[in-house]
């Protein structure tokens, strides 16, 4: 390793260490063995829940009191009891999730979760494996029929 690739490799040291802190691992094993340094090189990501699943399941009456309203939990941020079910996140404080529900990103995901999901019919549809006479039906018109 060369003078200038040694001082090109540390520029961005705030994204490592945020990346390292939203790693999830798979299994015990891999917390115990190796470092969170390499757990990032692989690639192993925390991921969030999909729009899709979002919008069937936790946007629901029923469902997103349940979710706004969970008991404590001492190994979730806030102890659980911030929690935005539009961008399906926890948050330390209320004034946190209040700042994060002005916030672009959270107007983004709500914007995102208006449009209907994909359904499988369509996904084969567009693919051309699906029957051309047969109509489609969308998501929001299924989700509609379900809270009837």
Same mark, same amino acid.
């Given at each position: 390793?060369?003078? !200038?690739?040694?001082?090109?490799?540390?520029?961005?040291?705030?994204?490592?260490?945020?990346?390292?802190? @939203?790693?999830?691992?798979?299994?015990?094993?891999?917390?115990?063995?190796?470092?969170?340094?390499?757990?990032?090189?692989?690639?192993?990501?925390?991921?969030?829940?999909?729009?899709?699943?979002?919008?069937?399941?936790?946007?629901?009456?029923?469902?997103?009191?349940? !979710?706004?309203?969970?008991? =404590?939990?001492?190994?979730?941020?806030?102890?659980?009891?911030?929690?935005?079910?539009?961008?399906?996140?926890?948050? +330390?404080?209320?004034?946190?999730?209040? @700042?994060?529900?002005?916030?672009?990103?959270?107007?983004?995901?709500?914007?995102? !979760?208006?449009?209907?999901?994909?359904?499988?019919? +369509?996904?084969?549809?567009?693919?051309? =494996?699906?029957?051309?006479?047969?109509? =489609? @039906?969308? @998501?929001?018109?299924?989700?509609?029929?379900?809270?009837?």
């Amino acid at each position: 390793m060369g003078r !200038l690739r040694r001082s090109r490799t540390h520029k961005a040291q705030r994204d490592v260490h945020r990346a390292s802190r @939203t790693r999830v691992c798979r299994s015990l094993h891999v917390i115990f063995c190796i470092k969170l340094t390499a757990v990032a090189r692989l690639g192993w990501q925390a991921r969030t829940r999909d729009l899709d699943q979002i919008q069937l399941h936790d946007l629901d009456p029923k469902v997103r009191e349940k !979710l706004e309203r969970q008991p =404590l939990d001492f190994e979730k941020p806030g102890l659980a009891q911030h929690y935005c079910v539009e961008c399906a996140k926890y948050f +330390e404080t209320d004034h946190a999730l209040n @700042t994060h529900w002005k916030s672009k990103v959270h107007k983004r995901r709500c914007k995102a !979760l208006k449009e209907p999901a994909y359904t499988i019919e +369509e996904a084969e549809w567009a693919a051309g =494996l699906g029957r051309e006479d047969k109509k =489609l @039906t969308s @998501t929001l018109q299924v989700v509609k029929e379900v809270q009837m």
